[in-house]
């Protein structure tokens, strides 16, 4: 488990910078999988996980949904049959805060402990 | 509840024939809120709806995921906050079947029973 995995997300407020393009490349230096995407104009962190069957797919989703009650920041998940990809990013300031690499982070761990490819 | 909502999926054969476009239009006029949409030439049926909060959303979600197994045939499930877009297409024939007019019908059932808007 990394560093990020062991924190815990902040109060984002609307105020809060944009992580640096160093600081993003920093933390996505933690993290196995996930990438930079850019949908009008905004930075986000995604990544797609395979599952064995939709049973899988169904329980992945509810624990990144768990998780994502849990810390009060929520992903857009775009479910299909035998995988789900997971993108994260903060609305209130339309791109990356630490948060967002924080939340990828434990959603990777998620699916490490359910041992699904 | 229409009639496509009473009908039950048949097995999608892989040279099963795509509906026609008459057909789909016709199929169309029985829901409420689904469009076509084109993707990579492939017709889909999708409708967003939206919900109170995001434990509705996951409750919505998995009522879903459950008609989906129950008829073995998988919608793509796009899950944001406060709404969910629901996409049916039969994989088999890169198109729509009259199953995804049946699910898309159903899947409005779903949440019209939950009285969300």
Redesign the interface.
């Known amino acids: 488990m990394n560093e990020l995995s062991k924190a815990v997300c902040e109060a984002c407020r609307p105020d809060a910078p944009l992580l640096s393009q160093a600081e993003i490349k920093s933390h996505l230096q933690l993290l196995s999988g996930w990438e930079i995407i850019e949908e009008e104009n905004i930075q986000k962190l995604q990544r797609t996980f395979a599952t064995q069957n ?2 899988n797919t ?1 329980t992945f ?2 624990e990144v ?1 768990a998780l ?2 849990s810390e009060n920041h ?1 992903p ?6 035998r995988q789900v990809t997971v993108l994260w990013w903060s609305h209130k300031i339309k791109g990356l805060h630490k948060n967002d690499f924080i939340m990828a982070s434990k959603t990777s761990d998620l699916m490490s402990r359910r041992d699904v490819k």
């Open positions: 939709y049973s169904m989703v509810n949904a994502a009650e929520h857009l998940m775009v479910v299909d049959f």
